[in-house]
T-cell receptor
Framework: DTEVTQTPKHLVMGMTNKKSLKCEQHMGHRAMYWYKQKAKKPPELMFVYSYEKLSINESVPSRFSPECPNSSLLNLHLHALQPEDSALYLC?????????????FGNGTRLTVT | GENVEQHPSTLSVQEGDSAVIKCTYS??????FPWYKQELGKRPQLIID?????GEKKDQRIAVTLNKTAKHFSLHITETQPEDSAVYFC?????????FGAGTRLTVKP
């Protein structure tokens, strides 16, 4: 069981499609994260929201657009992706109240771009 | 930004032996150092962590040490078991910025 829920679990999309990844947590955490993980590689930080404000954007291409509608929800909007964007997209949350709190990961969305 | 280096990239041990994984970090402002275990096809899961005001922490067969001066931290697993086989990631955090090492694939042979 995971306390961070991601949907969908799998997604196949064409390069002209628009899709969204969704993430939800109800632990009262105030920091939420998107990571991208390619096979046999570590999670790579994409975005961090702290108190619903974008605090870190790791120079991610504009075809990835994050959104944090409220403290429990985090979305990642996808548009005009490339095949090299195929990866496991992990959402995570942390307390956000201090700088020493662990990340709680969701199970991820496995994205394939055709 | 933070840069975390992790060694070795692969580690194979016999069941019952110990395993040690080492990491270094670059940002002296980092103050939280978790370790995650990721099994194939699953999400990373926290196994142990250490904060910058502590030098060592132990939880049953797992221990972590931190040398802030040298910016080194290490994971020690004793009495390894086949179910310890997985990829292990170290990480360093400053505020809400968490960066991961490249990972160590640990194989425990029965």
């Amino acid at each position: 069981d995971t306390e961070v829920t991601q949907t969908p679990k799998h997604l196949v999309m064409g390069m002209t499609n628009k899709k969204s990844l969704k993430c939800e947590q109800h632990m009262g955490h105030r920091a939420m994260y998107w990571y991208k993980q390619k096979a046999k590689k570590p999670p790579e930080l994409m975005f961090v929201y702290s108190y619903e404000k974008l605090s870190i954007n790791e120079s991610v291409p504009s075809r990835f657009s994050p959104e944090c509608p409220n403290s429990s929800l985090l979305n990642l909007h996808l548009h005009a992706l490339q095949p090299e964007d195929s990866a496991l997209y992990l959402c995570a949350s942390s307390q956000g109240f201090s700088s020493s709190s662990p990340l709680h990961f969701g199970n991820g969305t496995r994205l394939t771009v055709t | 930004g933070e840069n975390v280096e992790q060694h070795p990239s692969t580690l194979s041990v016999q069941e019952g032996d110990s395993a040690v994984i080492k990491c270094t970090y670059s940002d002296s402002a980092s103050n939280y150092f978790p370790w995650y275990k990721q099994e194939l096809g699953k999400r990373p899961q926290l196994i142990i962590d250490i904060r910058s005001n502590v030098g060592e922490k132990k939880d049953q067969r797992i221990a972590v040490t931190l040398n802030k001066t040298a910016k080194h931290f290490s994971l020690h697993i004793t009495e390894t078991q086949p179910e310890d086989s997985a990829v292990y990631f170290c990480a360093a955090q400053n505020n809400n910025d968490m960066r991961f090492g490249a990972g160590t694939r640990l194989t425990v042979k029965p």
